[in-house]
């Protein structure tokens, strides 16, 4: 399938994250991943090739994973409102990541620091 003539970047989604991650849990995800993609106009100036190799060796430091959280809380804010609202996913997703124990703490925010931060910007 070929992409749409106005996308102007790609992103994967695994068969793991569609069947495990609940729909608010995956928006939250996305709007994760989407964040740093347009802070650092890497969806206008970088080809998919480009994004995946920079991908691979570029680490995000924790200010700039606390900062993809803002954005995604942000951007899940501008959906139609739901009961309960979808800022909840990002909650229940970081929340989930610290009973799993999260394994990126050298470049990401500890999980439970970044619930409990998602949890104060969520109009819950």
């Not at 069947?19 to 998919?48: C, D, F, K, N, Y």
């Not at 909840?88 to 619930?115: F, I, N, S």
Request: proline share 7%.
């Amino acid at each position: 399938m070929a992409p749409h003539r106005a996308c102007r970047f790609a992103l994967v989604v695994t068969e793991g994250a569609l069947t495990t991650l609940a729909p608010a849990e995956l928006r939250a995800v996305l709007a994760h991943v989407i964040g740093p993609l347009i802070a650092h106009g890497i969806v206008a100036s970088q080809g998919v090739a480009e994004v995946k190799a920079d991908a691979e060796y570029r680490s995000y430091d924790r200010e700039e994973e606390y900062a993809a959280d803002r954005y995604a809380l942000e951007l899940l804010a501008r959906l139609p409102k739901e009961n309960p609202p979808a800022c909840l996913g990002m909650v229940t997703l970081l929340e989930r990541l610290k009973e799993q124990g999260g394994t990126r703490a050298k470049d990401h925010p500890l999980p439970a620091e970044r619930a409990r931060a998602a949890l104060e910007r969520c109009p819950w």
